[in-house]
């Protein structure tokens, strides 16, 4: 039989690629070209013994009649000449991915999670920069609790329905995202990359995400805004002691800033000791004079010594101010009981970031999404009269997908884009990624295929509804 | 006395077996023949030291008097000669239980339990192998839950009731089965060892034990079961895209599969990071082109790119198709809602697989057993309709009693299956009778000799029920 | 001033009783014969530096003007003779704690909880015992279960009380006992000390404490009983297959037994894994023929195969044959549902143990504690129409109290007895005065000075009740 | 243009300090002066850079034109005359914060939380000191749990409220008082430092903190009264056996004593393992005899031989008498039951202490703040006719917050006061301002400005309110 005729090592060599693939098992060699796309595996394994002897292998998942079953006889080109097979032949194609080392960044692309991110972060980023962002207010008990309450809450996965695709954009204050997260606002990114914001916002435009710039930026909002011009952004306002210069602040705001995010949860910063330790300069402690001493005391942690000018007698009455001063939609950002997401709504705010700062300014704060749970459940006409964001904690596609369920529009997330800053615009790139695709998974897998479908029904609360205290809003029952 | 008569160690040598069985206790020469079976510790004790002195372990559990009270004066042979007594004879019998090794697989009837042979997997298969089984969805927590859950219920057990004998047999979708547990079905076992998913179909068949044979099983169907001819099994089912290929291979398989178990909570693969951090080939992530790179990306673990040929867009209608294409029982296995339950029971599903893919698919899916909870509770109607199994999680025959007290007809095992098959067909056998002897053990302990008393009355579920939310469905307390 | 005078160092070494007790501080010798009962810090310390120099130590924590508050002028012996202080003398006492070694047992006086006993017991005793002992069934839940069940009950303690002294003296069946706890019945105490039940019973009489002999014991039950003569004993009971040597057993049991525990929740012996790893002897588990082959099988571990007479077939009718052969009074052990209580109410059984055979046989039985606060909860008229104990977890005498406060009589204590075993009879009585002291303080704080004025108020369970599943038993509130 | 003059590095030098202050940012001269107090980071960052280059540090988080933005034109001073920079010139300013040592006491300011301080005094005092001041009693599951139910309290933090400036004064017992805490009673403060209860006397005094005098002090309370002349203070009162000496004692207590606080959870000491482990002198627990034996064999442990003169006999009579021999507020020091508040109460004492003595006592005793929330939520109108305090657990300013906002006037401080006095009375100055620091942020993040605002609508109890058994008491729901 023709078929039986020897093939030299050489000459399968010559078909090592994906659209003319040869492979050796048993001693057989076949043509794997047209059965690439079909293969329930996928083509990768194939290709990467494509003009090699995959017998090894095969033989590790598969029963020796397969091959045969799978492909046609006009396929077997041959049988190997095993005179000239060499050592070199024998080789296996060499592994490619190397232990991580402890030391140094490992390649981006081998980082498959938010936490792969913060773990390199954690040693690779400087001692400061790691205080900084990482720290969160004394014990931090309210900033552990904002990660682990979206664990105690369990899907409700419906099976049967077509996922073949699913959709992840929303329109978050009217404006186009592609995803229902955004990149929250930060102080400093510079501390972890000298692009700092630029290099978030180059990311964040690339991928049709919202940034919202913060007020204590490394770089101007404009310069910011400037790096990808005409793509939306949103601005984090810290009000200041001296109302002329918030006024003149927001005056100066590119175009492209779409809304006003006015933080109401930090009239003072809190006690981050982690950043506290890491102190600026303790030689300073003793030569300060006048009202700033009593901040230098405490060990000038970026944390405190930044918030200086920020204004702690804001109040409901500046509301009425901010609205005067500015057309753009107001978000109140640090809302942290149902009472004061109802005050908002009464007040004609147009949106409430959910948020205790990231655990870092009061602990024991409750953890942002039982907020979240608590007015959804106690008072669910609100989210019809503004929008609700929350942030703190979202560390996974699920999460930001529970949040939605819940009634979020979107969430915020801080820490995690700042850990993927550490490998630059590309890091965030990767970062929105990793978050976009779990996300997509989880939708399809919850059996939802956009986002107008996420409901209280695709989640079980029921280990976490007792605790909720929710007869303090006459609620006697979910259903 | 005759009785005095000095007896060398020699003569008491050639009493050291079952039927004629001497020992020496406190010099004195006895014969224990007829007393072993009396032996209230057991005749291995004594075996061990028949034909030898057994001087100090009797003395270290018994009192003086004991022997000459237990046995007869003609038991009595006589005084060792102790001018015969060398210094082999003083020797006990040597320790026979080596420590374990860590680098290597200890003696298979060492191993007593799954947690044994899942420890010595995890460092004995190969790093490819153990990460693909042992993964599971990003952050585990449903396929920790899927065990810590079983551990939350109590048994009520109940005394004085004749447990001489205990049944273990029952009857799934009409096949006999020895015990209530069935072999799940996965992939590729082959990873573990050569004869793959025959050596489970030897040792299944042996014990009278079905196996729900995986579509991507490492031989086909047809070879697995040509390997124990007669012998029943089921089929898992992924449905193909391309229907025809469904069809053409629901009609290639033997007859002795029983059902089909056609899956439905994996329309996509889930991100499983264990198994995508050991890829299949790194180096081949960027030349790969087309559809198919969005997977490559993900890192080819094997988990995702096995799942290419599956349909995300299975629904409901599909089964009315698949219904049509055979007339095998058809079970749908990965139901994760009440609400799908009660579905599938109104379409006339012979039976469902309440089952989150092992947590391999979405994190915070609920552990199965929880499912199973809220379906027996909320809808018990539902269990006289068709079957109910479960799989995830079982690890212990306790587990088994108690899926099957909550009204599952059986349940599936799946990894520490395959955790047995390192040690081939043998292990297998090994590990069944494990869990048939806890399942057993279990049932007697609890008070019951047969499946057919299991019920709800042998479960304290009072520190589950609370955080179950069965008011959702309209129930407000169990009795 | 004659007070003034001065003393040697040999003048001041001569007064170093407790009847003539003199110290030097600040160079002044003084006479603290007087005050020594009266010293608010006891005597113990001032007399560790009679007849030596104190200054150190009284300045460490008094004021220099409290000794002459303190003390008369009269007690001012006069001033210490500077010139005749010698190396010797400045020498502080020696420090007499050496620090404990992890090989070796150390003294007993120096272990003061039941921790410190099992601690020493896990180190020292031999692998095998520790191993029969310490081991619980399959993942020892029920075991961990059984002590931590008593950490979640908060006291309720009333203050204002006279609590001068406090009566720890009780009934058992009628038999006076000095303490609410009695010594659960354990096979072969021989295998941790040569007088094996013997020092146990011997300490218990001394103590006033009642033992509970195990069918199982290394020395026949008339020899335990000989070993403290009209001392009273309560004897466990395993009822053989063949009832007639259940029957001779009994008749030969001395007069001073008072009560016969029959044991029913051990039909089959459990699956302990720790016990299991430690064989008797693998090597003979594969000459084993018939019935006998599959307990050895399972490892030949001592829990296993000491089990093999006891009868399976054990049932409720055999407690009307077990009346009519004794006249004692019959305590059923091994109950683990409110049921089954209630059934022995009813059946005319003078006591039960609530106890799951301290979690050895089936894990996931309930804790003791459990099946107690719901037999308390639901059935509290029992506890009239029979006495109740519990055994398992006992550790403390807050233990013993929370128990006797939830309707006990008396509980048994079983392993932390054999641990104390380890340093044979006085160990047992160490151990023993160990509880009752921590018993009796735990009723002063408590408020109450006799065990009659124990009731549910002294305990606050809201931290249990929620999960207990009272309403199984139609019970809506405690109260 | 004039402003490219060259400036040389002495010339620049020359302007270090905060009236006068350049800097050099990107070889650019600016005068930072006026902008000083204006920098939103604080003056300190810039202060440490005066006179020097801060080009590194400015562009780690600023954006190059952001200081042209600020700083007009006429701050430019000129250029760096690159030609008279030495290497002494690029050293950066010294970091001067040492890495901490282990085997030493670290400065005083790097400790900025109870917690360091604690765990500098775990290392460095005393072994004898550390065991008795840390200890608690057998198991210490209550010690644990009065700190950690403060962590399970959330708060409810309210926004857009005016909180320039905080006001943590209030009245105890109708002494002012800076802070809603007191030093609370601590036998033997010299144990830990020479100086004792008078250094912190001094700390209280200066910061106008209200200290309670222990019994067990080890000066006079005259002497402690002394150190700091006119300022009040709380005596703590052990009743005596012999009541003529307490009668005695009181009458001895300097005028500046405002209120006696008497012990009542405490009539014999409890079981505190760690501290019996490091006995006083172990030699001496033999030779002692009579009435003290018993308590020297358990160990000579501070806390157990202390207590040797207190009369477990004290009952409610008693308080009647006390009321008769002073005309001083009378508080109760002890409580752990709403029963005997409200006792308390009807007996017109002043206010009560809820306290379990530090979980030093009764094991398994509630922790404090759970009896102050069934308190506050059971009998809400106690509250308005004593005061009440507990003490137990306070650990951070939150702490203090969470018990005011349940209702307590103040609470006491106990173990950490101690572990700052292991750094003299400036420790315990420093630790007051730190937790006077806490509570001032945790209020200002609250919402609140002063005490009188607290209420429970500062907390969310979801997670607490369930477990509390408020049954009990009829009080079905909390609003």
Avoid at 28 to 46: A, C, N, R, Y
Avoid at 341 to 356: L, R, Y
Avoid at 449 to 469: F, H, K, M, P
Wanted: aromatic letters at 6%; proline letters at 5%; glycine letters at 8%.
């Amino acid at each position: 039989m023709a078929k039986e005729k020897l093939i030299s090592v050489e000459t399968v060599r010559e078909h090592s690629r994906a659209e003319d693939c040869w492979l050796v098992v048993d001693g057989k060699v076949w043509d794997f070209t047209d059965f690439l796309p079909e293969h329930p595996g996928g083509p990768s394994i194939i290709l990467r013994y494509a003009g090699r002897d995959a017998t090894q292998p095969y033989n590790e998942i598969h029963s020796p009649s397969l091959i045969s079953d799978s492909l046609s006889q006009s396929k077997l080109i041959g049988t190997l000449d095993a005179s000239t097979i060499t050592s070199d032949w024998l080789k296996l194609p060499p592994k490619s991915t190397p232990e991580l080392q402890l030391d140094q960044k490992p390649p981006l692309h081998t980082l498959i999670s938010s936490h792969d991110l913060e773990e390199v972060a954690s040693r690779t980023i400087s001692k400061k920069a790691w205080a900084f962002y990482s720290s969160a207010a004394t014990d931090c008990i309210t900033h552990r609790a904002n990660c682990e309450t979206f664990d105690r809450i369990w899907w409700r996965p419906r099976v049967l329905r077509n996922v073949q695709s699913a959709c992840t954009k929303t329109r978050i204050l009217g404006v186009e995202s592609s995803v229902p997260f955004f990149c929250a606002p930060a102080a400093m990114a510079r501390l972890v990359d000298g692009e700092g914001e630029k290099g978030i916002a180059r990311a964040c435009a690339k991928a049709g995400v919202l940034q919202c710039i913060s007020t204590n930026a490394s770089f101007p909002a404009s310069e910011i805004c400037a790096s990808v011009p005409s793509h939306p952004f949103f601005f984090q306002l810290y009000v200041n002691k001296d109302r002329t210069q918030t006024d003149r602040l927001l005056k100066s705001l590119p175009s492209t800033i779409r809304a006003i995010f006015v933080t109401v949860d930090a009239p003072i910063a809190g006690k981050r000791e982690a950043d506290e330790r890491v102190r600026a300069d303790e030689s300073l402690s003793t030569p300060m004079s006048g009202a700033k001493a009593k901040n230098d005391k405490k060990g000038g942690a970026l944390g405190r010594i930044m918030g200086g000018y920020i204004d702690p007698g804001l109040c409901w009455e500046d509301m009425k101010w901010l609205r005067s001063i500015t057309s753009l939609p107001i978000v109140v950002k640090g809302i942290m009981s149902v009472e004061d997401a109802v005050m908002c709504a009464e007040a004609g705010i147009d949106g409430i970031v959910i948020s205790n700062h990231g655990g870092r300014n009061l602990d024991g704060a409750p953890p942002s999404l039982r907020t979240l749970l608590q007015l959804r459940l106690a008072r669910p006409e609100i989210f019809r009269k503004m929008e609700v964001y929350l942030d703190g904690g979202i560390r996974r596609g699920t999460d930001v997908l529970k949040a939605v369920c819940l009634g979020a529009t979107a969430v915020g997330i801080g820490r995690p884009i700042l850990y993927a800053l550490n490998y630059g615009e590309e890091g965030v790139s990767h970062f929105i990624e990793i978050i976009r695709d779990e996300l997509e998974v989880a939708m399809k897998l919850v059996g939802i295929t956009n986002l107008g479908q996420t409901s209280l029904e695709c989640l079980d609360l029921g280990e976490v509804e007792t605790g909720l205290g929710l007869e303090r809003w006459g609620v006697k029952s979910r259903l």
